[in-house]
């Protein structure tokens, strides 16, 4: 990743931040949203894809003048983790900002959580949101952008899950009359529950019908259906999500499928600041956005270079 001057002088005013003075007063959520408008980006809230209210996805757009017209714009929907408990995508601007300052389209989406739903309530959701964004990228509100007709998807946490149902398993796209294999570029998991049982975390074990685990509900009980590319992310120091029986297992099954695949351990990260890295607060830690770069330019349609290799 190049780093301009520009940049790099902005990312040092940014550090000179009175951050312990900012931090008493804001949340570290608003704290790393506020920054993120140092990241310019057209915005579109609450495009709904749903009777239900929680049923709403938020686009970032890059700037229109930064667009390569003679290749497509590769597009993102982006679930946010929360343990399927907690999490709006209000909270993840600075996601949806630090990527479509790479040069893509990106959707931000919500779907419903315990308690009003349990499994596979979400999942349906997730679908639901990207047959929305299908819609909308081929519209005229959308074609100045140049959208790819296909593509990534992208979660943390709980939402990796997701993610990885959604490209791992037919069922979901399916209901949205989607194909997986067809419209899927690439999935992009960060410390992702790939391997959720036995569920140790109290207020997970409800949301998965505990004691009695619905069967087929098991992200590595599908790779051998993992013909999507994936980029699976791990922290350095997770203890929420035990990164051995997750990323590094399903890794490992990938490899023996042979499967296409990426994993890769983010230094100095933990379960949350591996998404946080997508902030310029925390530069200093390992970067998730290089190798998300890497990969999207490897599995797009023609990308260019150019926007991506910015900061």
């Given at each position: 990743m190049t780093f301009h001057s520009d940049a790099i002088m902005n990312l040092k005013k940014i550090a000179l931040i009175p951050l312990v003075t900012l931090a008493s007063a804001c949340s570290p959520l608003t704290l790393v949203n506020g920054v993120a408008h140092f990241y310019d980006a057209d915005v579109i809230r609450d495009v709904s894809y749903g009777?239900?209210?929680?049923?709403?996805?938020?686009?970032?757009?890059?700037?229109?003048?930064?667009?390569?017209?003679?290749?497509?714009?590769?597009?993102?929907?982006?679930?946010?983790?929360g343990s399927w408990n907690d999490g709006d995508k209000k909270d993840y601007s600075f996601v949806g900002r630090r990527l479509a300052s790479q040069g893509y389209i990106v959707a931000v989406a919500n779907y419903r959580l315990y308690p009003q739903v349990t499994y596979p309530?979400?999942?349906?959701?997730?679908?639901?949101?990207?047959?929305?964004?299908?819609?909308?990228?081929?519209?005229?509100r959308f074609k100045d952008w140049h959208a790819d007709d296909r593509v990534f998807l992208m979660g943390h946490s709980a939402g990796a899950y997701n993610t990885a149902m959604l490209a791992l398993d037919d069922r979901w796209l399916q209901s949205q009359s989607l194909q997986r294999t067809s419209l899927?570029?690439?999935?992009?998991?960060?410390?992702?529950?790939?391997?959720?049982?036995?569920?140790?975390?109290?207020?997970?074990?409800?949301?998965?019908?505990?004691p009695d685990y619905p069967p087929n509900s098991n992200p590595i009980e599908f790779v051998d259906q993992a013909d999507v590319p994936a980029l699976l992310l791990a922290p350095e120091d997770d203890n929420l999500v035990d990164t051995q029986r997750n990323t590094y297992s399903l890794a490992e099954a990938m490899t023996r499928l042979d499967k296409p695949h990426t994993m890769l351990t983010i230094s100095g990260t933990s379960h949350i600041t591996i998404i946080g890295t997508l902030s310029p607060l925390l530069f200093f830690k390992g970067s998730t956005l290089e190798p998300i770069n890497t990969f999207i330019q490897q599995h797009s349609s023609g990308m260019s270079s150019t926007l991506a290799s910015e900061i």
């Amino acid at each position: 990743m190049t780093f301009h001057s520009d940049a790099i002088m902005n990312l040092k005013k940014i550090a000179l931040i009175p951050l312990v003075t900012l931090a008493s007063a804001c949340s570290p959520l608003t704290l790393v949203n506020g920054v993120a408008h140092f990241y310019d980006a057209d915005v579109i809230r609450d495009v709904s894809y749903g009777d239900d209210t929680k049923l709403a996805l938020d686009y970032y757009l890059p700037n229109k003048s930064k667009i390569d017209t003679s290749v497509a714009t590769p597009v993102i929907v982006f679930f946010y983790g929360g343990s399927w408990n907690d999490g709006d995508k209000k909270d993840y601007s600075f996601v949806g900002r630090r990527l479509a300052s790479q040069g893509y389209i990106v959707a931000v989406a919500n779907y419903r959580l315990y308690p009003q739903v349990t499994y596979p309530d979400f999942l349906y959701d997730s679908a639901k949101a990207v047959a929305q964004v299908m819609t909308d990228i081929r519209t005229e509100r959308f074609k100045d952008w140049h959208a790819d007709d296909r593509v990534f998807l992208m979660g943390h946490s709980a939402g990796a899950y997701n993610t990885a149902m959604l490209a791992l398993d037919d069922r979901w796209l399916q209901s949205q009359s989607l194909q997986r294999t067809s419209l899927l570029r690439g999935w992009i998991g960060l410390a992702g529950p790939y391997d959720l049982y036995p569920i140790n975390l109290e207020d997970v074990r409800p949301v998965f019908h505990y004691p009695d685990y619905p069967p087929n509900s098991n992200p590595i009980e599908f790779v051998d259906q993992a013909d999507v590319p994936a980029l699976l992310l791990a922290p350095e120091d997770d203890n929420l999500v035990d990164t051995q029986r997750n990323t590094y297992s399903l890794a490992e099954a990938m490899t023996r499928l042979d499967k296409p695949h990426t994993m890769l351990t983010i230094s100095g990260t933990s379960h949350i600041t591996i998404i946080g890295t997508l902030s310029p607060l925390l530069f200093f830690k390992g970067s998730t956005l290089e190798p998300i770069n890497t990969f999207i330019q490897q599995h797009s349609s023609g990308m260019s270079s150019t926007l991506a290799s910015e900061i």
